[in-house]
């Protein structure tokens, strides 16, 4: 996943001097790519390459180390199913909820709509993220400021190693990829420390990666998961700038009864679908309805 701004000379523009630009986000040897208008921001942090650009076809977008993480057009299916699925799947209303990664702000924007979240707690790495996303994407990151948002700047995996037993109602892990500053958020000491974190009717929802994209690391993700916890889902949906689209996220429980559908009602899912572009009482349950081939990746 290099990241490649290709520059060729536009052929078919009345302006001689502008350039065509595109940016490739590759995997394997495949790839996505998006036409640039411009590049608004780069930067490199002790972590990673940050870039922001404007495109046509999904708006601004994020990438990091070259791999796209959030685009202003489609990033609303994302961060909808990675907040509201588990947190309406719920025995009572959620109180304390934790984000790992996240800096961009969308999956805090989303668990602020819940009104009984007290504290939501957002634990990003590199705070370049965070105010990147603040200045040039205000409609994702515009919600940090909020009183019940408290930020962490701080690695995850020590910060989750060191909160006491039974601190949060849902832990979301919107991390990146497997690959670099993220790739300790894939780990069996990590989700250990994720489910002794958990209350225990608490339920972790990871992002799980591409299921045709990168088929073995979902397989491998969900073995881990397996390992920890005993009651372990997976839903999906897709993310258009993400590679091949197919995304899976995870549904890890400690408590065999809470189960994507035994406590939501249309009751608690309507007020929250209401203020959604993407989230539904009926999206809840069908993107637990996984295809036979990714079915086989995630329950092995
Ligand atoms: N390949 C993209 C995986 C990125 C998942 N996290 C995105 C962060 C959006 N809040």
């Known amino acids: 996943m290099t990241p490649s701004l290709i520059e060729t000379p536009k052929t078919t523009d009345a302006t001689a001097n502008s350039l065509d630009l595109w940016v490739t986000e590759r995997f394997g040897s495949a790839g996505v790519t998006f036409k640039v208008n411009s590049i608004l921001h780069r930067s490199e942090s002790s972590f990673q390459t940050l870039d922001i650009i404007d495109t046509d076809a999904f708006g601004r977008m994020m990438l990091l180390d070259g791999c796209v993480m959030t685009t202003e057009k489609d990033e609303f299916i994302y961060h909808e199913l990675i907040s509201h699925v588990p947190l309406l799947s719920l025995p009572t209303a959620p109180e304390r909820v934790l984000v790992i990664g996240g800096g961009d702000g969308g ?19 590199d705070g370049d993220v965070i105010t990147a996303s603040q200045e040039y994407l205000p409609s994702i990151g515009g919600f940090l400021e909020n009183p019940r948002v408290t930020l962490e700047v701080k690695d995850g995996i020590a910060y989750m190693a060191s909160l006491p037993p039974n601190s949060f109602d849902v832990i979301l892990i919107d991390s990146t990829d497997p690959v670099g500053p993220g790739e300790g958020l894939f780990t069996h000491e990590f989700y250990t420390n994720a489910k002794n974190a958990l209350k225990p009717h608490g339920i972790l929802t990871a992002q799980t990666e591409g299921l045709m994209a990168l088929p073995e690391g979902v397989k491998k993700i969900y073995s881990l998961l397996r390992g920890v916890f005993p009651h372990v889902r997976g839903y999906h949906a897709t993310v258009p700038t993400y590679p091949c689209g197919l995304w899976s996220w995870s549904f890890c429980t400690k408590d065999p009864g809470i189960t994507p559908t035994a406590h939501l009602t249309p009751q608690k899912a309507v007020p929250i679908e209401a203020t959604c572009r993407y989230y539904n009482h009926a999206v809840h349950q069908a993107v637990f309805a996984l295809p036979n081939f990714a079915k086989a990746l995630v329950d092995g």
């Open 107 to 125: 999956t805090v924007r989303e668990v602020l709509k819940h009104p009984s979240v007290k504290e939501v707690v957002l634990c990003e790495i």
